[in-house]
């Protein structure tokens, strides 16, 4: 075979590199149109920090009702950075949409797209019909009886006018028939008012049910109190002698139809009051405000609002740039327990007790009233659908309250603490300084009585010189609450540390706990960090019919500092240095906490750090991450460890894992429009094909002859 002339090879080579660009070219647009035609991204930080959590994935993927999530942002609201909050909330719903087989998701602008603002309108009319039905039928009836209303009332104003009044001599009588008859005539101007203004609620988009029936029901109160003030007057004044006959007989005469009218205006009032919340007014008020997020289940729905979504958290003021808190993305941790509270079949009650004091969960008014001590963990459980409440047993905070003439918060019998899951706050009883003051009702016996009696319980012990006894000892727990475990004091440090955390355990008794122990409730924490404040040693032991597994071992040698427990109270009180005398203390392995569970059912978790679900401990921020404006709790072991032991004691074991609130971070930000470009047409369409167009031409040259 005769060899290639220099021509051929150019050719044969020339047609390679030419094959070569075209297929790189095709492969380029091919890959491009693969990366567009479906929105999918990876997650490739080691702890999924872009991804739904686990307690996310854990709902979703196990939902056997369809849930609906809608965005109702829009990019011409005022708020600045409103791009930005589109585009995350945009992010996190369609990652909900890929993980959840039963989540549907929809993005509504309302202000530039009013169509699709009218579709919504009508499916929440539809889905969630019998409250509108309810409201469409006590509008008919208020109708109805306007006209009723109408004609009685004018016609006891023609009957007023018709009575000689101006025959009455005394002048006291005179001015009291006088504000009577101008009583009567302003009538019809009060429920034509309403009537008008009824009129133009109902001709809103969409109609605003909610906002006429109020119109309507604070007009009958209204006209139900001008009705008493004109029966009181009457009845002063039909007894007087001054009076001629004819305006003796009106005022006897009229009575019967006064209370007639009062009447009808009572019993419309009484039937709005029953009527209870309208899911279409919330969503009226949601498209109004804008910028929220309506999470739509079967038989209900809840909207979250902007504001709760985006929080703006004064503790973060000292990290913020310019004068300016960025606001903390809470979006997944609100979308997430709202469907959960949308799908279970019934609300679980969870009662606070305590021995005595003032309320704990209290929420306050923020920012203007600091909520109570366990205002934070109360509201987690909120968050979730539990029914929280909350019990003083000794029933001295309410007779204190009425004695100084303010009002003391609502609390369940003890019939009704019977079905509830119990917080027990554990308090000292033997002195006033503790955060409850002292225990004058005994709160052991009825936690024993509680549990024995088929009950589930968290309980809270505070550290006590003199232990008292130990109610759960009968359920494999022994309590050493006259003891507080320590760990040697660590070598002093010319510098603090950055985090206040690390200064903190140089405290002998201030412990960070990252093994919680190996049982369901637990394992999900390993990497959590959390702040226990003092922690006390607990055993436990067998008992027949109930498994008790030890939680929280508490850091020792060789690991960690060596530590034990110390019985001398007073000395740690005074900051003296704890030394182990293996007389009085208690050696190591240590452990914090317990979990119990009866074959009859009954279950019951002890957590030997009283403090550790009290709000300025779950408040507390990771200064490192805070600094990269990453804002997350510091601690964020503390609240898992509590709702875990909440769901695994109302037997909702699947909630058990770690929220999206303990891994909260701030989401990838969006691509600018010119970036985005230059990756498209800057890399994908010119710079890979010019890549290998620059090679196909070097290895041509290089292969020349």
Request: aromatic residues 8%.
């Amino acid at each position: 075979m005769p060899p290639e002339t220099q021509h051929q090879r150019w050719v044969k080579y020339g047609a390679n590199v030419a094959l070569s660009v075209v297929v790189g070219i095709a492969l380029v647009i091919l890959f491009t149109y693969l990366a567009q035609a479906k929105d999918r991204r990876f997650d490739t930080t080691a702890e999924g920090v872009y991804s739904l959590k686990p307690q996310t994935l854990s709902i979703i993927q196990t939902l056997k009702s369809p849930i609906k999530i809608v965005s109702l942002y829009s990019k011409e609201s005022n708020r600045e950075d409103i791009d930005a909050y589109v585009q995350t909330v945009q992010d996190l719903l369609n990652e909900y949409r890929a993980s959840g087989k039963q989540i549907e998701v929809d993005f509504i602008d309302p202000l530039n797209q009013p169509a699709k603002a009218d579709a919504l309108i009508n499916e929440v009319t539809t889905k969630y019909g019998g409250e509108v039905k309810a409201y469409k039928a006590f509008l008919d009836d208020y109708a109805k009886l306007y006209d009723v209303l109408k004609k009685k009332i004018a016609d006891e104003d023609k009957t007023i006018h018709a009575v000689p009044f101006d025959k009455v001599e005394a002048p006291d009588l005179g001015r009291s028939l006088m504000s009577v008859i101008d009583t009567i005539d302003q009538l019809p101007d009060l429920i034509d008012q309403t009537k008008d203004s009824v009129d133009r609620k109902l001709k809103q988009k969409p109609p605003d049910y909610k906002g006429a029936v109020d119109a309507v029901q604070q007009n009958m109160d209204d006209l139900s109190q001008e009705i008493v003030a004109l029966q009181q007057e009457i009845d002063k004044d039909k007894d007087n002698k001054g009076s001629p006959e004819p305006v003796k007989g009106y005022l006897n005469d009229s009575g019967p139809r006064f209370t007639e009218l009062k009447k009808l205006a009572d019993g419309l009032d009484d039937q709005a009051k029953k009527l209870g919340d309208l899911k279409l007014d919330t969503l009226r008020q949601s498209l109004k405000e804008r910028d929220s997020i309506l999470v739509m289940g079967e038989n209900d729905m809840r909207v979250l609002p902007f504001d709760q979504v985006w929080k703006n958290e004064d503790t973060l003021r000292q990290y913020a740039r310019d004068g300016k808190i960025k606001p903390v993305f809470a979006g997944e941790q609100l979308i997430t327990t709202a469907i959960y509270g949308l799908t279970q079949p019934k609300r679980v009650k969870i009662a606070f007790v305590r021995p005595s004091g003032p309320p704990l969960t209290d929420p306050g008014l923020p920012p203007f009233q600091a909520g109570g001590p366990l205002s934070q963990a109360a509201d987690r459980l909120r968050q979730y659908n539990f029914d929280v409440v909350e019990k003083d047993l000794s029933g001295q905070y309410a007779m204190q309250a009425e004695e100084q003439g303010q009002p003391a918060p609502p609390e369940p019998s003890d019939a009704e603490l019977q079905d509830a899951i119990w917080v027990v706050i554990a308090a000292p009883s033997q002195n006033n300084n503790g955060p409850m003051g002292p225990m004058p009702s005994p709160i052991g016996p009825k936690l024993l009585e509680h549990l024995d009696g088929g009950g589930s319980a968290f309980v809270l012990p505070f550290p006590q010189e003199d232990s008292p006894i130990n109610p759960l000892k009968s359920w494999g727990i022994d309590l050493r609450t006259d003891a507080v475990a320590v760990h040697e004091t660590p070598p002093q440090q010319e510098a603090a540390s950055d985090d206040p955390a690390q200064d903190l355990q140089r405290y002998p008794f201030v412990f960070n706990i990252r093994d919680y122990g190996d049982f369901p409730i637990t394992n999900p924490l390993r990497s959590l960090d959390s702040l226990l404040v003092p922690l006390l040693p607990v055993k436990t032991h067998d008992e027949k019919g109930i498994t008790v597994t030890a939680l929280l071992p508490i850091p020792g040698a060789p690991s960690a500092p060596a530590s034990w427990g110390e019985t001398d109270l007073a000395s740690l009180q005074e900051n003296k240095p704890p030394t182990f005398d293996p007389k009085v203390d208690i050696a190591p392995p240590l452990f914090a906490g317990a979990a119990a569970e009866k074959q009859s059912g009954g279950r019951v978790v002890v957590i030997a750090s009283p403090y550790f679900i009290f709000n300025q401990t779950l408040s507390e921020v990771d200064p490192d991450l805070a600094r990269k404006r990453i804002f997350v709790p510091r601690f964020p072991g503390n609240m898992e460890l509590f709702t875990n032991s909440i769901f695994w004691l109302a037997h909702q074991d699947s909630m058990i894992s770690i929220s999206p609130a303990a891994m909260q971070v701030q989401r990838i930000a969006d691509m600018s429009d010119a970036t985005l470009n230059a990756w498209r047409i800057g890399l994908l369409l010119v710079g890979l094909p010019g890549a290998v167009i620059i090679a196909g031409f070097m290895m041509y040259f290089a292969r020349r002859d």
